[in-house]
C-alpha cells in the first residue's frame, strides 16, 4: 500500500529515510508517478519519468553501500498552491563521519493520493571543503551518495 503523505516536509522526510535505507519501494512511493517527473543526480544525466528515475535508484540500491545519514539544513519552503518547493542543503554521513554536502531542490505537488514528489535535484556544495575529510573507508567498493 502507498503512503498518503499529509504535507511536502512528510513526504521529504520520507526521501530522505528511503535514502539512507536504500529502500526501493519507499523511495518510488514518494515520488509523482508520471513522465513529467525529473531526478538529477550529482554529476549525472537529467532522469525523466518515474521508470529511469527507479532504474537509477535501482543501480544506487544495489552498491552495496553501509546506511547513509541525511541532515537537512538551512532550509527554504515556498507553497504555492498545490506545489511546495525546498531548497536546502543536505550533509550526509556514513557511519557519523561527514562525508559530503549537497545542495538540493526538492519540489512537491499535492495530489488526491497525497503530496508526491515531483523534481529532486541535487548538486555539490562548491564551497565545501572536501580535501579536510578523511574518506579513507574500510572496504574497497565505490560509494554512490545519491
Not at 61 to 88: M, W, Y
Not at 106 to 127: C, F, K, V
Request: charged share 25%; glycine share 4%.
Amino acid at each position: 500500500m502507498i503512503k498518503k503523505y499529509l504535507s511536502p516536509e512528510e513526504a521529504e522526510n520520507a526521501f530522505y529515510d528511503a535514502m539512507g535505507r536504500s529502500d526501493l519501494e519507499a523511495m518510488m512511493g514518494i515520488w509523482l508517478d508520471s513522465d513529467d517527473t525529473v531526478c538529477v543526480h550529482p554529476g549525472a544525466c537529467r532522469l525523466e519519468g518515474t521508470t529511469d528515475i527507479r532504474q537509477a535508484f535501482e543501480q544506487i540500491f544495489e552498491e552495496p553501500t553501509p546506511e547513509l545519514d541525511f541532515t537537512v539544513s538551512d532550509k527554504q519552503c515556498q507553497h504555492l498552491g498545490n506545489v511546495a518547493i525546498h531548497t536546502l542543503r543536505e550533509e550526509i554521513e556514513i557511519a557519523g563521519q561527514l562525508v559530503s554536502v549537497m545542495l538540493a531542490t526538492n519540489i512537491y505537488m499535492q495530489t488526491e493520493a497525497g503530496w508526491r514528489m515531483l523534481l529532486h535535484h541535487a548538486s555539490p556544495e562548491l564551497d565545501f571543503d572536501m580535501d579536510d575529510l578523511d574518506l579513507t573507508m574500510e572496504h574497497s567498493t565505490p560509494i554512490v551518495l545519491h
